[in-house]
């Protein structure tokens, strides 16, 4: 597409609004791109682009993953346009290419590194024609917004551009089934002591041969639809990853990985296993990217140990646990709750899983708590649980559904009261599960429940294994 005078115009729109921004003190990492694209819906397209782009989309893990990538480039010297603070959708694009650009719209950078929003990918990627696409997992997300599966499917397929390099998840068979024309490569996790042969979880949206519709055999299943399989009658199965995982070694915090036929060892900034999907995904584009190994291992030994979504502190020998669960996304909850329950010790569990807008802007639909895995939650050693928000009813009679304890259970539609309905004498760990709009409330509770705990005797503190 060639620069016409909207363009120009637009592009100027642009530059005032993020000077004026910046007089401000405000950061300029959305509205300069909103405001040119209302003046020129195609913005993006007559944008010139950086000589290499390098994409991250999927459901879960794009922003860590992204950042991730983002730190090992810049410790290996490389300078890079990215939207790290910003917005993934098209305006947040627009912005950081906009205020990495001259006058006239020529950008700064050679490099370009974008976390997509998969929903927005029609709006993106036939513009920004990405040399490489990570695509991390494909997984259910809100309903309202991502509808299902199938349709953010059918979004990636049909935009994506043909010559897109392709960096997909082998163990995840929605994901590795996407633009089988296009050229790619697969990264993966080898069975593991924790994996099983069959679904543990209510929702698996991969249930019969892609290719021939017939009953699929799993090889393993991790969580979900996650693991490996092979169909018995028209011989399909999940494809073979060149960048594999064969081992973590949580104590050296390392992993044994295979990259391109050789084996070597990587330093693994954490190791739950979403997080080694993030670190092997992260390696994988950056060695398709052309960064040798030996740099590789380098760039991650300087990783720092960021965990925004698991935040665990130690109160009078007990712990308080705060951890990320995306409202309205069935498969991070139900991760969520499974690591709670696995957590050791007895547990006083928080939800605080609401729509903050729920109330005020939108209206919200519940299904997504029936392919939640409540049912994790009814365990021996979560002794109680206390929902506060205005879909606390609906919460409850989840729980009650997924089996728990009528007594267990405390609820209320007053948020205020959350802390006051939790038991924190005789647990060794409270656990506030919160969605991400809920923050700054979830903040709150953790510093009151942080203060009660701090009133109570003193307890031993209890060795576990992490
Ligand atoms: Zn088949």
Redesign the pocket.
């Given at each position: 597409m060639r620069k016409n005078l909207r363009f120009y115009l637009a592009l100027l729109c642009a530059k005032g609004t993020a000077a004026g921004l910046r007089l401000l003190g405000r950061k300029a990492t959305n509205m300069p791109g909103s405001c040119a694209i209302r003046l020129c819906p195609d913005f993006l397209g007559r944008m010139p682009r950086p000589t290499r782009v390098i994409g991250v989309t999927g459901t879960n893990g794009k922003t860590s993953t992204s950042n991730m990538v983002e730190d090992m480039l810049a410790s290996c010297g490389y300078d890079f346009i990215c939207n790290g603070n910003g917005s993934n959708v098209d305006t947040g694009v627009a912005a950081a290419l906009i205020n990495h650009s001259t006058l006239l719209g020529k950008p700064k950078k050679d490099l370009a590194v974008f976390e997509l929003d998969e929903r927005s990918a029609p709006r993106i990627l036939p513009y920004l024609r990405p040399d490489i696409l990570l695509i991390t997992n494909i997984f259910r997300d809100s309903y309202k917004r991502n509808a299902h599966v199938e349709f953010i499917l059918d979004i990636l397929n049909r935009y994506i551009p043909d010559s897109t390099r392709l960096i997909l998840n082998a163990d995840d068979l929605l994901c590795a089934g996407i633009r089988p024309e296009n050229p790619r490569v697969y990264f993966g996790i080898d069975r593991q002591p924790d994996d099983g042969d069959t679904c543990r979880n209510i929702v698996q949206d991969v249930r019969v041969?892609p290719?021939?519709g017939?009953k699929l055999t799993w090889d393993f299943v991790r969580y979900h639809h996650i693991g490996r399989a092979h169909?018995p009658?028209?011989g399909?199965a999940s494809p073979s990853p060149k960048y594999r995982v064969i081992f973590t070694d949580p104590a050296r915090r390392t992993m044994r990985v295979e990259l391109a036929g050789v084996e070597r060892e990587l330093p693994l900034p954490n190791s739950s296993t979403i997080n080694v999907y993030n670190s092997l995904a992260a390696v994988a584009l950056l060695s398709e990217f052309g960064l040798p190994a030996e740099k590789l291992a380098a760039a991650m030994d300087k990783l720092a140990v960021s965990e925004t979504r698991f935040n665990e502190e130690k109160v009078n020998g007990r712990s308080l646990v705060m951890h990320l669960a995306k409202g309205q996304n069935p498969i991070a909850c139900s991760r969520a709750f499974e690591n709670a329950r696995d957590y050791p010790g007895k547990k006083s569990v928080l939800l605080f899983l609401d729509d903050f807008y729920d109330a005020t802007h939108s209206v919200e639909s519940t299904p997504w708590l029936y392919d939640t895995d409540f049912e994790f939650l009814n365990d021996e050693n979560i002794a109680s649980i206390t929902v506060a928000g205005a879909r606390h009813w609906d919460v409850f009679l989840r729980l009650l559904m997924a089996g728990v304890p009528r007594e267990k259970i405390a609820h209320s539609g007053d948020t205020g009261r959350a802390v006051e309905l939790t038991p924190t004498d005789g647990v060794d760990t409270v656990f506030i599960l919160y969605d991400v709009f809920n923050i700054r409330f979830a903040n709150g509770v953790r510093d009151q429940i942080r203060e009660r705990l701090k009133a109570l005797p003193p307890k031993e503190e209890t060795a576990h294994e992490d």
């Open positions: 041969c290719q021939c017939g169909c009658a028209c399909f």
